[in-house]
């Protein structure tokens, strides 16, 4: 289990001593690069996060608080997560495509005690978290804002608050099924070690340039690729989002990539990517998402490289991988990560199973969550006596020990990357005129690996349209949870137990999105 150092800047916040440590005494070297910037230190990152601190104590933001952000990927918003975790508070960052109605919900249940948003949204959002009891306070794309202002004003210096392995350091929102989101409380312990773990495993160095097109509202883009960078002292080619065209401008330049399959399926789309252009890369990883056998065998063909999937999700942060040398296998997420334990149970006893048979993916080691936010009932429900989590997925593991990812107990889609829960939009859908009843599943997309699709069965002949179905859900809503695809049917299928059958269903329209 990670310690913080004693003798490490920070010493004390074991989360900000493993952060700084790689590069400590080392100031100048280049943190981040971004086009249209002058190249960020890492002397210049962790005095921007020390400001970053001072400001948020100045607004009076203590240990132990909450600080949430909605706002566009700059590196200012990395310094202020980094300030939360200098002024020993915990971060919680909310998706950019989350509407008005679920920010209410995030902030009322986790009461934070400041609130960023982007300037554009504060008409909207403002009032919200005042009500939630927030101090509000602005960032935009370009880092600007009230919040760069009170840090600006602030500064350096900034004496790191002293939280161990337990203290909570973040908070990422999940939902269940059924009932309301779930806030996965990490702590230190948790996102230090599997850090640390996952610099090991994937072999990263001071060397190495990492190309960052992911989003940092997300475990994926935040947690590990920035933490990975970190602990290791290597530097970012930071892009504000995802564009074919920069990721391939920057592959001569860098070592890495990290993204989900639609990175790959859009790259490989892309006419200028040769083996030439990635002649300089050593690692691209997969992950968020399931990646298509197909996609797969099409990257090794025009690049040479074979992709390294992974597998995680918001409670553990990274589980297993496949492995750095030895055969990355299409259709796995590979093996157990070093300290993390991997067992596949009987989803009705609870009895491990033995290798080769399907079953509930049971989760073990420092990376697991400490539990879900106010919500203990629900912890005890999914987080065994023994330490080991209830993940919800559907896996099996081979004879040698391959993990494979075989479903989800729940309906889970995944699509982008991003988790969409079923019950979610069909409640939405269901309080619309005409419907009877809805059913979301999830599609074999090319470029999400899921995409979200709602069969509906209308009350009435001529009840329901389509694309009224879709106008309807626009504002309410995040865009990724929104139905790409809706079919209109009489009834919806049922097993003998009056339980909707949604394999029929998935079967069915499998190839909805095919053309």
Same mark, same amino acid.
């Given at each position: 289990?990670?310690?913080?150092?004693?003798?490490?800047?920070?010493?004390?916040?074991?989360?900000?001593?493993?952060?700084?440590?790689?590069?400590?005494?080392?100031?100048?070297?280049?943190?981040?690069?971004?086009?249209?910037?002058?190249?960020?230190?890492?002397?210049?990152?962790?005095?921007?996060?020390?400001?970053?601190?001072?400001?948020?104590?100045?607004?009076?933001?203590?240990?132990?608080?909450?600080?949430?952000?909605?706002?566009?990927?700059?590196?200012?918003?990395?310094?202020?997560?980094?300030?939360?975790?200098?002024?020993?508070?915990?971060?919680?960052?909310?998706?950019?495509?989350?509407?008005?109605?679920?920010?209410?919900?995030?902030?009322?249940?986790?009461?934070?005690?400041?609130?960023?948003?982007?300037?554009?949204?504060?008409?909207?959002?403002?009032?919200?978290?005042?009500?939630?009891?927030?101090?509000?306070? $602005? #960032?935009?794309?370009?880092?600007?804002? =009230?919040? &760069? @202002?009170?840090?600006?004003?602030?500064? %350096?210096? /900034?004496? *790191?608050?002293?939280?161990?392995?337990?203290?909570?350091?973040?908070?990422?929102?999940?939902?269940?099924?059924?009932?309301?989101?779930?806030?996965?409380?990490?702590?230190?312990?948790?996102?230090?070690?599997?850090?640390? $773990? #996952?610099?090991?495993?994937?072999?990263? =160095?001071? &060397? @190495?340039?990492?190309?960052?097109?992911? %989003?940092? /509202?997300? *475990?994926?883009?935040?947690?590990?690729?920035?933490?990975?960078?970190?602990?290791?002292?290597?530097?970012?080619?930071?892009?504000?989002?995802?564009?074919?065209?920069?990721?391939?401008?920057?592959m001569p330049s860098a070592t890495s990539l990290m993204g989900v399959?639609?990175?790959?399926?859009?790259?490989?789309?892309?006419?200028?990517?040769?083996?030439?252009?990635?002649?300089?890369?050593?690692?691209?990883?997969?992950?968020?998402?399931?990646?298509?056998?197909?996609?797969?065998?099409?990257?090794?063909?025009?690049?040479?490289?074979?992709?390294?999937?992974?597998?995680?999700?918001?409670?553990?942060?990274?589980?297993?991988?496949?492995?750095?040398?030895?055969?990355?296998?299409?259709?796995?997420?590979?093996?157990?990560?070093?300290?993390?334990?991997?067992?596949?149970?009987?989803?009705?006893?609870?009895?491990?199973?033995?290798?080769?048979?399907?079953?509930?993916?049971?989760?073990?080691?420092?990376?697991?969550?400490?539990?879900?936010?106010?919500?203990?009932?629900?912890?005890?429900?999914?987080?065994?006596?023994?330490?080991?989590?209830?993940?919800?997925?559907?896996?099996?593991?081979?004879?040698?020990?391959?993990?494979?990812?075989?479903?989800?107990?729940?309906?889970?889609?995944?699509?982008?990357?991003?988790?969409?829960?079923?019950?979610?939009?069909?409640?939405?859908?269901?309080?619309?005129?005409?419907?009877?009843?809805?059913?979301?599943?999830?599609?074999?997309?090319?470029?999400?690996?899921?995409?979200?699709?709602?069969?509906?069965?209308?009350?009435?002949?001529?009840?329901?349209?389509?694309?009224?179905?879709?106008?309807?859900?626009?504002?309410?809503?995040?865009?990724?949870?929104?139905?790409?695809?809706?079919?209109?049917?009489?009834?919806?299928?049922?097993?003998?137990?009056?339980?909707?059958?949604?394999?029929?269903?998935?079967?069915?329209?499998?190839?909805?999105?095919?053309?």
């Open positions: 289990m990670p310690t913080a150092p004693t003798d490490a800047p920070y010493a004390g916040n074991l989360l900000a001593a493993a952060l700084r440590a790689p590069s400590a005494g080392d100031e100048g070297r280049v943190f981040a690069a971004q086009t249209g910037r002058a190249d960020l230190t890492y002397g210049a990152l962790w005095d921007g996060a020390e400001r970053m601190a001072a400001a948020l104590t100045a607004l009076g933001v203590k240990p132990g608080d909450r600080v949430a952000m909605q706002a566009e990927k700059s590196l200012e918003a990395v310094q202020l997560y980094l300030g939360v975790v200098l002024a020993g508070a915990a971060f919680l960052p909310l998706n950019t495509a989350y509407v008005p109605a679920e920010i209410a919900f995030f902030l009322t249940d986790a009461e934070p005690a400041v609130f960023v948003c982007d300037p554009g949204a504060l008409a909207a959002l403002g009032p919200i978290a005042e009500k939630a009891g927030a101090t509000v306070m $602005t #960032l935009d794309a370009d880092g600007k804002g =009230t919040m &760069a @202002d009170a840090a600006s004003a602030e500064a %350096p210096g /900034f004496a *790191a608050v002293a939280r161990g392995r337990d203290d909570l350091a973040c908070i990422l929102y999940t939902s269940g099924t059924t009932g309301r989101s779930k806030g996965a409380m990490l702590t230190h312990g948790n996102l230090a070690s599997n850090a640390e $773990t #996952l610099r090991d495993y994937w072999r990263f =160095t001071p &060397a @190495d340039r990492l190309i960052h097109a992911l %989003p940092i /509202f997300h *475990a994926h883009g935040l947690y590990v690729a920035l933490n990975v960078t970190l602990v290791a002292g290597g530097s970012l080619i930071f892009q504000p989002k995802f564009d074919p065209d920069a990721v391939l401008a920057a399959p639609t990175f790959y399926t859009r790259l490989l789309d892309h006419p200028d990517l040769t083996r030439e252009v990635v002649a300089g890369m050593r690692l691209f990883v997969s992950g968020s998402a399931p990646m298509l056998a197909e996609t797969h065998a099409r990257w090794t063909e025009a690049t040479g490289h074979r992709i390294l999937e992974r597998y995680g999700m918001t409670e553990t942060s990274m589980n297993a991988s496949n492995p750095y040398e030895g055969d990355r296998r299409p259709g796995t997420v590979g093996f157990p990560l070093p300290g993390v334990e991997i067992i596949i149970t009987d989803p009705e006893t609870g009895a491990q199973l033995p290798a080769g048979e399907t079953g509930m993916l049971e989760v073990r080691g420092p990376n697991v969550f400490k539990g879900y936010w106010r919500m203990p009932e629900k912890t005890a429900e999914e987080k065994r006596e023994n330490g080991f989590f209830i993940t919800g997925d559907l896996a099996q593991v081979s004879e040698d020990g391959y993990v494979s990812i075989v479903g989800r107990a729940k309906d889970l889609v995944i699509s982008g990357g991003y988790n969409v829960y079923p019950k979610e939009v069909e409640g939405l859908i269901d309080d619309l005129p005409g419907v009877k009843e809805s059913a979301v599943i999830g599609l074999p997309h090319p470029d999400f690996g899921e995409g979200v699709a709602a069969v509906i069965a209308e009350a009435a002949p001529g009840s329901v349209d389509a694309e009224a179905v879709k106008a309807a859900l626009r504002d309410r809503i995040a865009r990724y949870k929104q139905p790409r695809a809706v079919f209109v049917v009489d009834e919806l299928p049922r097993n003998t137990m009056g339980k909707v059958q949604k394999n029929v269903l998935r079967e069915t329209y499998k190839d909805a999105f095919a053309g």
